[in-house]
């Protein structure tokens, strides 16, 4: 399995900016899909972004669409989450999922491997 290890997370004032960064290790990179996902207190991870082999083809859940940004860096083995305009309710703990299978990408079971987490919290 690859391994993850996810760093940027903090604290920040609604509409500002964060960039979420996880870095992989022990496979090739470039076999995997990527995806982040978050998980609020008392509520199941949830699919945020993700990105296909290439980076090419990139994917959203619709309460980020248009604020957030997924890319990947085969060259680096990392994937970025840049968020824009952040809002009290994406105050979670972010994951990095990496997916070895074809299913569906916003299924969290697809996933093999999962990083520890950073946390995200936007005040009002």
């Known amino acids: 399995q690859v391994q993850l290890v996810e760093s940027g997370g903090g604290l920040v004032q609604a509409g500002g900016s964060l960039r979420l960064s996880c870095a992989a290790s022990?496979?090739?990179?470039?076999?995997?899909?990527m995806g982040w996902f978050r998980q609020a207190p008392g509520q199941e991870r949830r699919f945020v972004a993700g990105?296909?082999?290439?980076?090419?083809?990139?994917y959203y859940a619709d309460s980020v669409k248009g604020r957030f940004i997924v890319s990947r860096d085969n060259t680096k083995n990392t994937v970025h989450l840049q968020m824009n305009s952040l809002k009290p309710e994406d105050t979670a703990v972010y994951f990095c999922?990496?997916?070895?299978?074809?299913?569906?990408?916003?299924?969290?079971?697809?996933?093999?491997?999962w990083g520890q987490g950073t946390q995200v919290t936007v005040s009002s």
């Open positions: 990105t296909d082999w290439s980076g090419r083809n990139t």
């Open positions: 022990g496979r090739t990179f470039s076999n995997y899909r």
């Open positions: 999922g990496a997916s070895s299978s074809w299913g569906y990408l916003m299924n969290s079971q697809e996933y093999d491997s």
